[in-house]
């Protein structure tokens, strides 16, 4: 049976290390302070920026909120994250997903310093990642790969599969994990059959989005397993039940090392996202002034 790799007891330990540094420079009169732009008001993202805060506060960030109309033009919205850009007092910025269907996310995520980009959605950041100069990556991809190294695992020459290629998480993860010098194997829709592939790996991600994806059957014996994905699936009383893309009791079986969903990606995710806020402030008290 499968040991359960605990991601809300390594979160708290990021989170607990977090909160020291931001207190080291609260000591110092610089205050790490990370800025949200929502385009958009809806009570579900009022409610995720609200907890947001909340976590922010806890570690001693201070958290500021901009929200904008949901009609909000490209510009209007790309003038906001160049005002961020250059305020000195903002060490961090963030923009809210999903945007209003007539703004280009990719290109304003692309408009956000790449020193002050906390979720390491730069194209630049992810750049860095390629060329072995990782400043700041991807919230889920990093969480996704201390989850893997909590194992004691040797990573380098690991038979890793990541199945899903998406830009936030897959594609992110296998870089990471290329960087390690795992050797990687990225799977897609595209995919002729994605069991040979896992079937052989030491360790598998999956970040698809698609219940019970990943059966027994997909993976080998002693196998680590983390699983990303986060679907929300209706039971037969009408109640909806968080799960992953893993068929976790099945799978759990047979692997070494399994997430769980919830209580694996997400809270790391969290606290890799405080971690990044503390590293973009500790770049950029050290960038010289001229160059805003």
Request: glycine share 8%.
């Amino acid at each position: 049976m499968a040991s359960i790799i605990d991601g809300a007891a390594l979160a708290n330990q990021i989170r607990e290390q977090v909160r020291a540094g931001v207190a080291r420079f609260a000591a110092q009169g610089r205050a790490v302070h990370l800025t949200a732009i929502l385009v958009g008001s809806t009570p579900a993202g009022e409610l995720y920026a609200q907890r947001q805060k909340e976590t922010c506060a806890a570690v001693g960030i201070d958290y500021e909120l901009l929200t904008l109309p949901a009609d909000a033009t490209f510009d209007e919205v790309a003038n906001t994250i160049e005002r961020l850009n250059k305020d000195l007092s903002v060490t961090g910025i963030m923009l809210h997903l999903p945007l209003p269907a007539h703004l280009d996310a990719t290109e304003l995520q692309h408009r956000i310093d790449q020193v002050k980009d906390v979720e390491g959605v730069n194209p630049a950041n992810i750049g860095y990642v390629v060329y072995g100069h990782t400043l700041i990556a991807p919230c889920t991809a990093l969480a996704a790969v201390e989850l893997i190294k909590s194992t004691g695992v040797t990573l380098r020459g690991a038979e890793t599969v990541i199945v899903g290629a998406s830009e936030i998480a897959g594609k992110p993860i296998a870089l990471l994990l290329a960087e390690e010098m795992a050797t990687v194997t990225l799977c897609h829709i595209a995919t002729r059959d994605v069991a040979a592939h896992t079937r052989r790996a030491d360790i598998v991600v999956v970040a698809v989005g698609k219940p019970n994806l990943i059966t027994a059957d997909h993976v080998r014996e002693g196998a680590i397993v983390i699983d990303v994905g986060i679907n929300r699936v209706k039971q037969p009383d009408g109640t909806r039940k968080t799960v992953g893309d893993v068929d976790f009791d099945a799978v759990a079986k047979r692997a070494a090392h399994i997430t769980p969903v919830p209580g694996g990606v997400g809270p790391m995710t969290v606290a890799i996202l405080l971690r990044n806020t503390l590293r973009s402030a500790e770049l950029i008290f050290a960038r010289p002034k001229d160059l805003y």
